[in-house]
């Protein structure tokens, strides 16, 4: 009995008050705001070479005429939101860190052994996905629009609206490229199931060409068929994946 009395004892020392809650919820926000911050200074000696040498490279390539600004203040706005975007996507992974840190207490010692390879993970996920939207998506979808229509219509590039749609399909392409990480996550809770994804399988490739021809801004179908490609194999990774989960669940 003493000794339930004082497991019970413990356990309730260990348990977060809500006030405790949102001072944990704090630190960790503040923390993650001082890594994009600091990024943000990072990203902000290079703020030159990533406009001219990374966002605007395809657009050179694909052989656009001209790049403009048509905004009195739109070049500021633009090194400004470069910069921001540039210390965020840099301080994605310590940013997923401060989230696991503040979830780590709600979790089992079983929990946290795979939060972290999640943690691990997404953040390699992610940037596989930028990866891919970067080296591959953008410079198809920027040639099939420079080189599409009459060669009396001249192609001049609003960079603030070009910086838009780039930010837009390295996000998407981002998110994307989660789908193993959401399936292991829901196949742990055990709202996924693999015998569930192999069913529906069929439904999926529909989905994802549709998926494909909604997030993709140009209307060639081989853009949407590379965006399409990588969500068909992300789709058999996720369930073997998901399989792998249900294995280390039973056990």
């Known amino acids: 009995m003493e000794e339930e009395k004082k497991i019970k004892d413990d356990s309730e020392q260990k348990e977060m008050s809500f006030f405790d809650h949102l001072d944990e919820l704090r630190k960790r926000i503040i923390w993650s705001l001082l890594a994009v911050v600091l990024c943000c200074v990072v990203a902000g000696f290079s703020v030159d070479f990533i406009i001219e040498d990374i966002l605007l490279r395809y657009a050179k390539l694909a052989g656009y005429d001209e790049i403009i600004n ?6 500021p706005f633009l090194y400004f939101k470069v910069v921001l975007i540039a210390g965020i996507i ?8 401060q989230l696991w840190k503040f ?7 079983k929990e946290r052994k795979w939060v972290r390879i999640v943690t691990f993970f997404t953040s390699i996920c992610f940037f596989a996905g930028v990866a891919f939207s970067y080296w591959i998506m953008l410079p198809s979808m920027l040639s099939f629009g ?8 001249k192609n001049f590039l609003d960079v603030n609206d070009f910086f838009g749609f780039i ?14 990480m959401v399936s292991f996550v829901l196949a742990k809770i055990g709202i996924l ?27 060639d179908p081989i ?8 969500l068909f194999v992300l789709y058999e990774i996720s369930i073997w ?11």
């Open 241 to 251: 994946i998901t399989k792998l989960a249900e294995q280390k669940h039973k056990i």
């Open 103 to 109: 979830i780590q207490p709600g979790l089992y010692p």
């Open 223 to 230: 853009s949407q068929l590379i965006f399409a490609a990588p």
């Open 90 to 97: 840099i301080a994605s992974p310590f940013i997923l860190f």
């Open 193 to 219: 199931t693999s015998n569930f994804m192999r069913k529906y399988r069929r439904h999926s490739i529909i989905v994802i060409l549709i998926l494909a021809a909604v997030l993709t801004p140009t209307p």
């Open 146 to 153: 420079a080189s599409f229509g009459t060669k009396q219509i």
């Open 167 to 180: 930010v837009t399909i390295i996000l998407v392409s981002g998110l994307v490229f989660e789908l193993p």
């Open 70 to 75: 048509r905004l009195p203040f739109g070049q």
